[in-house]
């Protein structure tokens, strides 16, 4: 079993209609969980789970790259909670999900961006302001 298994090419299909479970891949393959295990590490140098823990977060960044909310992506692909799901996607990715968000720009959400903008250039009117009442100031004496 273990030769069509190796050339099967639809690993991450199994792995989809497994719902990230590698017990329930082991049986979908109709082999043992220890023998999945074996087949991985010779294969592919890793374990079932730690292999299915990174397709999950490759595909949720690729659901959250075309619009998906962490929340969704988290429940669409399985994941017991968002708070997992996020601490999860920084352990594979270094960077929390919603940087990979369609408006983000290098890890910063555009929202934020501006509205950074809008402060600094308030602060930067108001200290002008104030500069200017002060040399006038300065003048008139």
């Known amino acids: 079993m273990s ?4 050339r099967m090419q639809g690993w991450e299909q199994v792995a989809k209609e497994a719902d990230f479970n590698p017990s329930k ?3 979908l393959c109709s082999i043992s969980e220890r023998q ?3 087949i991985f590490k010779r294969h592919l ?10 397709l999950q977060c490759r595909l949720a960044r690729d659901l959250i790259q075309s619009g998906y909310t962490s929340k969704a992506a988290a429940a669409e692909l399985k ?3 968002e708070a997992h799901f996020c601490r999860e996607f920084k352990k594979v990715f270094g960077n ?3 940087s990979f968000a369609p408006n983000s720009i ?3 959400h555009a929202v934020d961006l501006e509205k950074d903008l809008r402060v600094a250039a308030r602060a930067l009117k108001a200290k002008s302001g ?7 100031r300065s003048w008139s004496l």
Do not use: I, V, Y
């Open 45 to 54: 140098n890793c374990t079932p789970s730690r292999w299915l823990r990174e």
């Open 96 to 98: 929390p999900p919603q």
């Open 3 to 6: 030769n069509g298994l190796l």
């Open 25 to 27: 891949m082991a049986s």
């Open 36 to 38: 999945l295990q074996r």
């Open 79 to 81: 994941f017991a909670s």
């Open 130 to 136: 104030t500069a200017n009442a002060k040399s006038k």
């Open 106 to 108: 290098n890890g910063l």
